[in-house]
T-cell receptor, first 112, second 120 residues
Framework: GDSVTQMEGPVTLSEEAFLTINCTYT??????LFWYVQYPGEGLQLLLK?????DKGSNKGFEATYRKETTSFHLEKGSVQVSDSAVYFC???????????FGTGTLLAVQP | DTEVTQTPKHLVMGMTNKKSLKCEQH?????MYWYKQKAKKPPELMFV???????INESVPSRFSPECPNSSLLNLHLHALQPEDSALYLC???????????????????FGAGTRLSVL
């Protein structure tokens, strides 16, 4: 079945460092791919999305490119801030079932 | 506006209580979802309503009873819960998925802030 694998955390970075959180997927067809962010004590917020191969999703300085050849959707940001500290979930659209398939989540801690 | 509103934000209940969680959206979405999230884990899907009809029940115990009174509202009725049911309960909404597996298929779910439930 469809699945998402993302890198284990926690990821600890200093402010202004470069961020990469790896995400790979297994799916049939052409799933849409998402990154959600969950700040402490809050629900999930859609961070960015890509609906087809080679699409680049971007928002708030974060980017991710849908790579069909490597089945990947890695999240990147050039310069992280303390306010980016959160849990990041990679997810794919499970097709006609209306299900989202989530990765295990990666905790990012940014230190001043 | 991509807001999904959940009430209450926090709920403490005993194992013999009956309570309800409420979720509301005004984005015209016709699919609504309940998830359960334990600490440091991803959300686990519980129920999906599509066009106000229950389309997915992920083998959830009957002490959780969902209800979708109209296209904007989703309730989760709770009765005789166990301490292990303590968790963050998230509601989400989206448009129902389009072509299965095709390039137009999309399932952009918007989440509420959740209800943090403690069962004593």
């Amino acid at each position: 079945g469809d699945s998402v694998t993302q890198m284990e955390g926690p990821v600890t970075l200093s402010e202004e460092a470069f961020l990469t959180i790896n995400c790979t997927y297994t799916a049939t067809g052409y799933p849409s791919l998402f990154w959600y962010v969950q700040y402490p004590g809050e629900g999930l917020q859609l961070l960015l999305k890509a609906t087809k191969a080679d699409d680049k999703g971007s928002n708030k300085g974060f980017e991710a490119t849908y790579r069909k050849e490597t089945t990947s959707f890695h999240l990147e940001k050039g310069s992280v801030q303390v306010s980016d500290s959160a849990v990041y979930f990679c997810a794919l659209d499970g097709g006609a079932t209306n299900k989202l398939i989530f990765g295990t989540g990666t905790l990012l801690a940014v230190q001043p | 506006d991509t807001e999904v509103t959940q009430t209450p934000k926090h709920l403490v209940m005993g194992m013999t209580n009956k309570k309800s969680l409420k979720c509301e959206q005004h984005m015209g979405h016709r699919a609504m979802y309940w998830y359960k999230q334990k600490a440091k884990k991803p959300p686990e899907l519980m129920f999906v309503y599509s066009y106000e009809k229950l389309s997915i029940n992920e083998s959830v115990p009957s002490r959780f009873s969902p209800e979708c009174p109209n296209s904007s509202l989703l309730n989760l009725h709770l009765h005789a819960l166990q301490p292990e049911d303590s968790a963050l309960y998230l509601c989400a909404s989206s448009q129902p998925t389009g072509l299965a597996g095709g390039p137009l298929a999309k399932n952009i779910q918007y989440f509420g802030a959740g209800t943090r439930l403690s069962v004593l």
